[in-house]
């Protein structure tokens, strides 16, 4: 079964400045897609970015970038200029054609003035 | 577009009863998962429907059943509910491509209390 890690259960950034959340994954699959969600205060679930895994290219979306490594089964998410509407729940989820979607544990994001 | 919605949002109910949840996916999204979210379990799937078809399960016991109707939209029932039921139910709809590899986007979520 595929699992999917996220080793830092809370991180800080200070407003303006760069974060990267960190994600590894088990799978020995070799097409499948990764995915970073963000969940605020409100619970709400919101797509952040999505990888491909075929794609060697890393996803990017605004602020928002991944440094995807496929043969070190690594997926971070780097937010840039970090804004006071950053701060949520992060997290990483794997899905291929043959799995549901799969959640690590969250990285918990505070962003300090 | 509008977005994934859930009903009801909030949800109080006692040990014993039965409750049953609802969803309606992004219009035309065919495909509709489900989601508990817990403090110490975290995000775990329930299940996926296709086309009036459960596609995929989670592991969860029997008392957790679902459906889904001929417009896409969704309903989860959990019977005889326990405390450890207690959780924020998520909602998740997307297109449903060849390979089941598309986003999915998520609703707002019920919360359910059991007392």
């Known amino acids: 079964a595929q699992t999917v890690t996220q080793s830092q259960p809370e991180m800080s950034v200070q407003e303006a400045e760069t974060v990267t959340l960190s994600c590894t994954y088990d799978?020995?699959?070799?097409?499948?897609?990764l995915f970073w969600y963000k969940q605020p205060p409100s619970r709400q679930m919101i797509l952040v970015i999505r990888?491909?895994?075929?794609?060697?290219q890393n996803a990017t979306e605004n602020r928002f970038s991944v440094n995807f490594q496929k043969a070190a089964k690594s997926f971070s998410l780097k937010i840039s200029d970090s804004q006071l509407g950053d701060a949520a729940m992060y997290f990483c989820a794997y899905r291929s054609a043959t799995s549901k979607l799969t959640f690590g544990t969250g990285t918990r994001l505070q962003v300090t003035l | 577009k509008a977005g994934v919605t859930q009903t009801p949002r909030y949800l109080i109910k006692t040990r014993g009863q039965q409750v049953t949840l609802s969803c309606s996916p992004i219009s035309g999204h065919r495909s509709v998962s489900w989601y508990q979210q817990t403090p110490g379990q975290g995000l775990q799937f329930l299940f996926e429907?296709?086309?009036?078809?459960?596609?995929n399960k989670g592991n969860f016991p029997g008392r957790f059943s679902g459906r889904q109707f001929s417009n896409s939209r969704s309903e989860m029932n959990v019977s005889t509910l326990e405390l450890g039921d207690s959780a924020l139910y998520l909602c998740?709809?997307?297109?449903?491509?060849?390979?089941?590899?598309?986003?999915?986007?998520f609703g707002p979520g019920t919360r359910l209390t059991v007392l």
């Open positions: 429907y296709f086309s009036e078809t459960q596609r």
């Open positions: 799978t020995s699959e070799s097409d499948y897609y």
């Open positions: 998740a709809s997307s297109l449903a491509l060849v390979g089941g590899t598309d986003t999915q986007y």
């Open positions: 990888q491909e895994a075929y794609k060697q």
